[in-house]
């Protein structure tokens, strides 16, 4: 009996060539997952919409009237939307990259393609959402009469910058919950929490100026490691305008430091992990 094993060649350069061949199957899965992810529902993709301005208004509601937060010069629903925008788009990559490879489990063991390609595309998925969900940020400021400036040009960089963090945690988490399953109920957990240690209902100057004199330095440190607190503050600043928000340099380098170790170390661990998918799955 004859045994033809089908895999890839260990060669990198041939593997990112692959990749490129494989493009369209990139391209259909992303298109197939949009298509299908609000199939059956009432008002389908308005819940792109629906969801953060709900918890817009939920924390609003909670950090401002009842909290009194300060909100960094800008109107406080503006800046919680701010934040909330690339918050959403990391914890649903998270969500939806962690179970991408189990949710197309068929496909691993019947043909060879770069597996990557799996928990990309649904990043890139949850990407489309938050492009959908920036025209309701847009809408905002217009309604609280928020006038950007010149910076505003920089957005689109602190928006590649969340996409790359979010490709980075997504292959981390989508290759650990195929050998851990305990992971998809650990990361709905993650994400909820990420919220309060995220400054989403808040600006970063609060852990400056209430946290930091009590316990130390070294609390905004261990805060800055979050890759979205610099993305956040970034966004936060790129639609500021008249407003004088500030930006922490500070958060931004750890971002992009955070971010850098998260897309190598996920690349590698996801490649040592990829010949063994199909096998676990």
């Known amino acids: 009996m004859n045994l033809l094993v089908i895999e890839a060649d260990k060669s990198e350069s041939v593997y990112w060539r692959d990749l490129w061949r494989y493009r369209e199957l990139f391209f259909f899965l992303s298109w197939r997952d949009v298509l299908v992810r609000y199939k059956q529902t009432v008002i389908g993709v308005a819940w792109a919409v629906i969801r953060p301005l709900l918890q817009m208004i939920i924390l609003t509601f909670v950090f401002w009237k009842l909290a009194n937060m300060p909100s960094d010069g800008l109107p406080y629903p503006v ?56 025209v309701l940020l847009a809408g905002i400021m217009v309604l609280y009469r928020v006038v950007p400036d010149w910076k505003v040009v920089l957005l689109p960089l602190f928006a590649l910058l969340a996409l790359l963090a979010s490709m980075g945690i997504g292959l981390w988490l989508a290759a650990l919950n195929v050998k851990y399953r305990d992971f998809r109920y650990v990361i709905p957990f993650i994400v909820q929490l990420g919220v309060y240690v995220t400054p989403v209902p808040y600006a970063s100057e609060t852990i400056l100026h209430k946290i930091v004199p009590k316990y130390g330095a070294w609390t905004y440190d261990v805060f800055c490691l979050n890759p979205m607190v610099g993305v956040i503050n970034g966004f936060r600043w790129c639609i500021g305008g008249g407003a004088h928000v500030t930006l922490d340099p500070v958060s931004v380098v750890s971002s992009l430091a955070v971010t850098a170790v998260l897309i190598l170390t996920g690349l590698r661990y996801f490649r040592g992990m990829e010949d063994e998918f199909a096998d676990i799955i």
Do not use: C, H
């Open 79 to 134: 800046m919680v939307f701010a934040g909330m925008l690339p918050w959403q788009f990391f914890a649903s990559s998270m969500s939806e990259a962690s179970n991408s490879l189990i949710n197309n489990a068929s496909m691993l063991g019947k043909i060879y393609f770069p597996r990557i390609i799996v928990p990309s595309s649904a990043v890139i998925v949850t990407f489309v959402d938050f492009l959908i969900s920036a």
